[in-house]
């Protein structure tokens, strides 16, 4: 047998070339971030541009090679899918908390953020949704929920106001989809009108997988409204529209979050010109990083933003930094520092109030005009905090 030895000099030399390579090294770890949206079905193209979102935050932090409790930091993300189903969502909430996640940007709507919700404060780790809108997901008094965009609250207040002091609609009728979210925000815009002293003419329901609104638009039609706000998201809005159109109404279709993306200009077709949404933050062309990111999106994905990957990105990377300046990943340093944070991000300045609700919002009324969403106003977010 052949014996290879090794002097003192080479053997130092070869285990500092494993340490600075990063084949060998005590110091260096690797922290998942969850991710929680439907990849799959009907909203799999709103659960992947969030992923892609978040996907892009990752490697941007990535890069500048950080550094927390002395190690050497990489980030990966840790994707779900929870099929926009509340019951999937709560397993996909105990399969990220039981993997070691040390913080999840999610879920995408309501109606999986609430029940999730509780999963990830039993546990101890942030939950930063991106898009959830409902204000009961902030309200059941955990301090571990967190989102970055305005809640229903204040958009179904937005829009009631634009509904009757800039469309000058008389004989308003309300249609949701049953969902925390579709009926939270209807109820929020009715309150506005009463609120100004208007009374709807009708409200009607359907549910979250309605395709044929025809009975509905029927009872609609014989009120005579002129304006008809839908608490739903695109997938339904467009068929919407387009039996407005098709039954030959004259009222506007209006709503207020999860209109505007180009899901909705492909399936409402020409039929779709006049609709009116309220939609939660800022035109893209108008946040803050907004057309930096919209460059990089689609130099990297070869495709449009579909909705909210900004948000995504954002939420991902505010909770990154309250990691980074707590100098720890364990939730119990980095809670507090998320809490009291004050972040430059994408799509404006993110800064949490008591519940965890993002400070001073921006809401966007955007038209369909020639085929496209056209911001129309910008409302809320004048004040600074």
Same mark, same amino acid.
């Given at each position: 047998?052949?014996?290879?030895? /090794?002097?003192?000099?080479?053997?130092?030399?070869?285990?500092?070339?494993?340490?600075?390579?990063?084949?060998?090294?005590?110091?260096?770890?690797?922290?998942?971030?969850?991710?929680?949206?439907?990849?799959?079905?009907?909203?799999?193209?709103?659960?992947?541009?969030?992923?892609?979102?978040?996907?892009?935050?990752?490697?941007?932090?990535?890069?500048?090679?950080?550094?927390?409790?002395? *190690?050497?930091?990489?980030?990966?993300?840790?994707?779900?899918?929870?099929?926009?189903?509340?019951?999937?969502?709560?397993?996909?909430?105990?399969?990220?908390?039981?993997?070691?996640?040390?913080?999840?940007?999610?879920?995408?709507?309501?109606?999986?953020?609430?029940?999730?919700?509780?999963?990830?404060?039993?546990?101890?780790?942030?939950?930063?949704?991106?898009?959830?809108?409902?204000?009961?997901?902030?309200?059941?008094?955990?301090?571990?929920?967190?989102?970055?965009? @305005?809640?229903?609250?204040?958009?179904?207040?937005?829009?009631?106001?634009?509904?009757?002091?800039?469309?000058?609609?008389?004989?308003?009728?309300?249609?949701?989809?049953?969902?925390?979210?579709?009926?939270?925000?209807?109820?929020?815009?009715?309150?506005?009108?009463?609120?100004?002293?208007?009374?709807?003419?009708?409200?009607?329901?359907?549910?979250? *997988?309605?395709?044929?609104?025809?009975?509905?638009?029927?009872?609609?039609?014989?009120?005579?409204?002129?304006?008809?706000?839908?608490? @739903?998201?695109?997938?339904?809005?467009?068929?919407?529209?387009?039996? /407005?159109?098709?039954?030959?109404?004259?009222?506007?279709?209006?709503?207020?979050?999860?209109?505007?993306?180009?899901?909705?200009?492909?399936?409402?077709?020409?039929?779709?010109?006049?609709?009116?949404?309220?939609?939660?933050?800022?035109?893209?062309?108008?946040?803050?990083?907004?057309?930096?990111?919209?460059?990089?999106?689609?130099?990297?994905?070869?495709?449009?933003?579909?909705?909210?990957?900004?948000?995504?990105?954002?939420?991902?990377?505010?909770?990154?930094?309250?990691?980074?300046?707590?100098?720890?990943?364990?939730?119990?340093?980095?809670?507090?520092?998320?809490?009291? /944070?004050?972040?430059?991000?994408?799509?404006?300045?993110?800064?949490?109030?008591?519940?965890?609700?993002?400070?001073?919002?921006?809401?966007?009324?955007? *038209?369909?005009?020639?085929?496209?969403?056209?911001?129309?106003?910008?409302?809320?977010?004048?004040?600074?905090?």
């Amino acid at each position: 047998m052949k014996t290879v030895k /090794i002097s003192a000099l080479s053997a130092a030399i070869l285990l500092s070339s494993f340490a600075s390579t990063g084949a060998w090294s005590a110091k260096s770890e690797t922290v998942a971030i969850g991710l929680a949206g439907p990849l799959t079905g009907p909203s799999a193209r709103i659960g992947k541009d969030l992923e892609n979102g978040a996907q892009l935050a990752i490697d941007d932090i990535n890069k500048q090679h950080p550094t927390i409790g002395g *190690k050497a930091v990489t980030f990966r993300l840790q994707s779900e899918d929870d099929q926009s189903d509340p019951r999937t969502a709560v397993a996909v909430a105990q399969r990220l908390v039981d993997s070691g996640v040390a913080g999840v940007v999610g879920h995408w709507n309501t109606g999986t953020s609430i029940p999730a919700a509780r999963v990830y404060h039993d546990a101890g780790i942030a939950q930063v949704a991106p898009v959830a809108t409902g204000h009961a997901y902030t309200r059941q008094g955990f301090d571990t929920s967190f989102r970055v965009m @305005g809640h229903d609250d204040d958009g179904g207040q937005f829009a009631g106001q634009y509904a009757v002091n800039t469309l000058k609609a008389k004989r308003i009728a309300v249609i949701d989809d049953r969902t925390a979210f579709g009926q939270g925000l209807a109820d929020e815009f009715i309150k506005s009108l009463e609120a100004q002293g208007v009374k709807i003419v009708d409200r009607q329901y359907v549910d979250d *997988k309605t395709v044929d609104f025809s009975a509905v638009l029927t009872a609609i039609r014989s009120k005579n409204a002129d304006l008809i706000f839908f608490g @739903g998201v695109d997938s339904q809005a467009a068929p919407l529209a387009r039996r /407005i159109k098709q039954l030959g109404m004259n009222a506007t279709l209006m709503g207020a979050g999860g209109f505007v993306s180009q899901t909705f200009l492909q399936l409402a077709q020409k039929e779709g010109e006049g609709v009116v949404a309220l939609e939660p933050g800022l035109p893209v062309e108008q946040m803050p990083g907004g057309k930096a990111f919209e460059q990089e999106y689609q130099s990297r994905y070869h495709t449009h933003i579909e909705l909210h990957a900004p948000f995504a990105y954002d939420a991902t990377r505010v909770l990154v930094a309250a990691m980074e300046k707590a100098d720890s990943v364990d939730p119990a340093e980095y809670l507090p520092v998320l809490r009291a /944070i004050s972040y430059s991000g994408v799509t404006g300045q993110i800064a949490f109030d008591n519940e965890g609700n993002l400070k001073s919002p921006s809401f966007t009324v955007y *038209k369909v005009v020639d085929g496209k969403w056209q911001p129309q106003t910008v409302l809320g977010g004048t004040k600074t905090k």
